[in-house]
């Protein structure tokens, strides 16, 4: 079974430009959550789509949004970005039917903010 | 607020062994992760602990106890591939997961 697979890798952007990162899940998996991840900060929560719906959300401006097609790949945008958006973005897939499930992660997308 | 403290750096010499503590304050508890993450690459799943006591998965094994908020990952006969950070992360009482910062764990020879 393939990976979670995410692209761009890489990106580079300047002040006040929005960017659009995709994820595809491991085939059958329903559940895509988002994170950022930070240089001494743990993953932090940016939501969780199942089913083309936003099930949960973290404590992120709303310049972050994403979306969930019917083949449950998902889409992240940032706009008006800004400095301190340059990070690590993950997202990662699960089941999405049970309380608790292993999330298996994307190689990321790596984000620079210029 | 919800809180979980892991060391920010560990290091640790081939052949030893090296535990990784991981203590929490969540608002309810389902279960803890273990996960691995290597230098540039995704976080991949180590272990799940829900119980109390000590599960063991080849050269490592995560233990866990409830009524003191915390777990720790085991590394035994360290390689030098071991090189990498370790995530815990809990699960609260409304199904989120909850991440620590990691430790980044260095392996000398």
């Known amino acids: 079974k393939a990976g979670v697979t995410q692209t761009p890798r890489y990106l580079i952007k300047t002040r006040g430009q929005q960017v659009t990162l995709s994820c595809s899940p491991i085939?059958?998996?329903?559940?895509v959550s988002w994170y950022q991840q930070t240089p001494g900060q743990g993953l932090q929560f940016l939501f969780e789509?199942?089913?083309?719906?936003?099930?949960n959300k973290g404590n992120f401006p709303g310049r972050f949004s994403g979306r969930q097609f019917s083949n449950s790949r998902s889409e992240m945008n940032v706009s008006t970005l800004e400095l301190g958006d340059s990070a690590l973005y993950l997202c990662a897939s699960s089941g999405g039917v049970g309380d608790v499930e292993t999330q298996y992660f994307g190689p990321g997308t790596r984000l620079l903010v210029l | 607020g919800q809180n979980i403290d892991q060391p920010t750096e560990m290091t640790a010499t081939e052949g030893a062994i090296v535990q990784i503590n991981c203590t929490y304050q969540?608002?309810?508890?389902?279960?803890l992760f273990w996960y691995q993450q290597h230098a540039g690459e995704a976080p991949t799943f180590l272990s799940y602990n829900v119980l109390d006591g000590l599960e063991e998965k080849g050269r490592f094994s995560s233990f866990l106890s409830r009524s003191k908020g915390y777990s720790y990952l085991l590394l035994k006969e360290l390689q030098m591939k071991d090189s990498a950070s370790y995530l815990c992360?809990?699960?609260?009482?409304?199904?989120?997961?909850?991440w620590g910062a990691g430790t980044k764990l260095i392996i000398k020879p």
């Open positions: 969540t608002s309810g508890f389902n279960g």
């Open positions: 992360a809990v699960i609260d009482s409304n199904y989120q997961l909850i």
């Open positions: 085939s059958g998996h329903r559940s």
């Open positions: 789509y199942f089913s083309e719906t936003q099930r």
